[in-house]
């Protein structure tokens, strides 16, 4: 087609043993146009363009070399994976990312059995990659068979402390395991801490840094005549710099840094390293996010996600909106109260622009602490500032947030720490799929003693949740919102804090009461003018709150209806659950009410358009539509006892 790149080399590559024909040169050829393909296709779908910039002359340097299905590419958090997928047999499809019945914008093991491992979040690379090398030792998978195990993981994914949990083992063990460490001094964000700080120096004093890391590192994979004199080399220069010495003290052998767009330094090692690697090596890799498009380069977040976009000059095509997104909503309103109180501070997990915390970090940047991808240390770093007498916001999306659920519970719930949980992509999120839903927070935080958790149904609402949470210091407070704009609803100067545990009539009607937990409200209300339509009006309540629950807005809700019904963007054992319980307590049920909970259905979700994934989830209007008559069918033939 006329839009797409001119690919003469790559047209040739169906598979990646497709490669093995190809000389050095023609590689680096093959790179340049796999760069223009993947640049070419991204424009077409939107998604995480510039982590796979970066990697893409090592991403075919790893498939000429090695044999992958059989060698284990584990990619960490792997949305630098979309040229790993045109080299794999799905080029046919790339225009399909991240879009319903498409290709998921992460590895998936159920897409490609070059996809060996899924993932979506960071630093589990280096942990399944050991369990493939193990498997291999132990004879696992015989049918198939396992050869290399090799991690390719990022500086910032690396900043992680399951990623020091997995080489810490990996060291002790001994096996033979390749980690690439796809260093290109930016995560999302740019990368924040001490371990950051240490990679800047092994590349800061080129070339003789250079030269000394190779010393170290490649010693133990020369040919034992060489090994002697390269150990003399390492021990002259030992104490001079620091080198790969971190790396060597957890068990590995240190290779680096090499520049990872040069094809004939990449080639070379990673062919030494597949010959001659015994045990555990690290190769320290430096790329460049974005590499080799301009408007990448030059974007602060170096093109890590964007919309569908114009290829020559980089300008995304966003749709005009005339509602804020709910995410600046709450960023402005936590800068508003930040200057009203001196206590108020942020903590963010290498998310400050995705979760809105770049806003507080303009106006308060020493109140306002990125911890890198450490949402463990981040949750009880907050439940600290809490116990010191700050009144710290801990944002981090629902999604990650199951990564700290231990500290949430032991470090905030059980010492009732008023930590304030700003959860932002809560519900279906669309193009990034399963990985990415924040389906089950309400589960996981209102099983927990002492907290309130809350959910905004609009923005205007968002703005009293967050005013709300900054005034609570009897313990911890949650309020969820999603990803997106807002329902477009007229905007209060300021939040005002709601009285705990205590929702609001929206409509008032008969028969059939809707209790909604969140923005599904908008549906309720489009549900309800279809119903209007056969002579059916149901009452209309925002819970506000899952908990406590506003037990005297339900039980009248109860009493005076035939049926209830809630409506929440989460899983089974969250708001619905707990009203059925409140219910049943109260012998509601003996009564003879009709009681549904609409939820998430007991499934995972693939990529789609919000609207599309909600459809398949039976939460849209003609959805709450259909449930409102089916109840009221079943309630005419058994009436309520009077």
């Not at 146009?33 to 995480?48: D, K, M, N, P, Y």
């Not at 044999?67 to 045109?86: E, L, N």
């Not at 090398?133 to 696992?140: T, Y």
């Amino acid at each position: 087609m006329s839009d797409r790149p001119d690919t003469p080399l790559l047209d040739q590559v169906q598979e990646p043993g497709d490669l093995n024909k190809f000389s050095d040169a023609e590689l680096r050829q093959v790179a340049h146009e796999l760069r223009a393909e993947t640049i070419s296709a991204v424009s077409q779908t939107g998604g995480h363009l510039g982590a796979g910039l970066g990697v893409i002359e090592l991403t075919v340097a790893l498939h000429a070399i090695w044999d992958a299905p059989r060698d284990r590419i584990v990619w960490d958090v792997s949305h630098q994976t979309y040229p790993h997928k045109i080299l794999t047999g799905r080029r046919d499809r790339i225009r399909t990312l991240r879009q319903k019945d498409g290709l998921s914008g992460f590895t998936k093991r159920s897409e490609s059995p070059y996809d060996c491992f899924g993932a979506a979040h960071s630093s589990t690379s280096i942990s399944a990659a050991l369990g493939f090398a193990v498997a291999r030792d132990l004879g696992g998978a015989p049918e198939h068979g396992i050869g290399d195990a090799i991690a390719v993981i990022g500086d910032g994914a690396m900043s992680a402390g399951m990623a020091f949990e997995a080489m810490n083992n990996a060291g002790s063990l001994g096996k033979r395991l390749i980690v690439i460490l796809n260093d290109n001094d930016m995560s999302i964000a740019p990368p924040v801490g001490a371990f950051s700080n240490y990679l800047s120096r092994l590349y800061a004093e080129e070339p003789f840094q250079e030269l000394k890391a190779a010393a170290k590192g490649m010693a133990s994979l020369l040919p034992p005549p060489f090994q002697e004199g390269a150990k003399r080399a390492k021990d002259m220069l030992k104490g001079m710099a620091m080198g790969g010495t971190l790396f060597e003290e957890l068990g590995f052998s240190y290779i680096g840094p090499i520049d990872g767009h040069d094809m004939s330094q990449l080639l070379p090692i990673l062919r030494t390293v597949k010959a001659r690697a015994a045990g555990p090596v690290l190769v320290h890799v430096v790329t460049k996010k974005g590499k080799g498009y301009g408007p990448a380069e030059r974007a602060s977040d170096k093109g890590h996600a964007t919309a569908k976009f114009d290829v020559i000059s980089g300008e995304q095509k966003k749709a005009p909106s005339n509602a804020p997104s709910y995410t600046s909503v709450f960023g402005k309103e936590l800068v508003r109260l930040a200057g009203e109180d001196q206590r108020v501070c942020a903590v963010t997990a290498a998310m400050p622009d995705g979760t809105g915390l770049n806003l507080m970090a303009e106006r308060y940047p020493s109140r306002t602490f990125d911890v890198g991808i450490a949402e463990q240390h981040g949750v009880t770093f907050a439940a600290g500032l809490a116990a010191g007498g700050m009144r710290p916001f801990c944002a981090i999306y629902s999604t990650f947030l199951q990564r700290g659920y231990d500290q949430v519970v032991h470090d905030v719930a059980i010492q009732r720490l008023p930590v304030r949980f700003a959860i932002d992509r809560a519900g279906l999120v669309g193009a990034d799929g399963a990985t990415h839903a924040g389906s089950f927070d309400v589960s996981y935080l209102t099983n927990l003693p002492g907290f309130v958790v809350m959910a905004a149904a609009d923005e205007a609402e968002l703005m009293h949740m967050v005013a709300t949470a900054a005034a609570h210091d009897e313990g911890p407070i949650a309020f969820r919102y999603p990803r997106g704009e807002g329902a477009g609803v007229d905007m209060p100067d300021k939040g005002v804090p709601l009285e705990i545990g205590k929702g609001r009539m929206i409509r008032d009607g008969s028969r059939v009461a809707i209790l909604s937990y969140g923005t599904r409200l908008k549906e309720v209300l489009d549900a309800c003018e279809a119903l209007e339509a056969r002579g059916i009006r149901p009452t209309v309540a925002d819970a506000r709150f899952a908990k406590p629950l506003d037990r005297d807005l339900v039980l009248n809700l109860a009493a005076d209806h035939e049926a209830l019904i809630t409506i929440e963007e989460g899983a089974v054992g969250g708001f619905g659950s707990h009203v059925a319980q409140l219910l049943a307590n109260e012998g509601v049920f003996d009564d003879g009410l009709r009681f549904r909970s609409m939820v998430l259905p007991d499934t995972f979700i693939d990529q789609a358009s919000p609207a599309d994934m909600y459809a398949t989830a039976g939460l849209n209007a003609p959805d709450i539509e259909a449930k409102v008559l089916e109840v009221l069918d079943v309630a005419q033939v058994g009436k309520r006892k009077a």
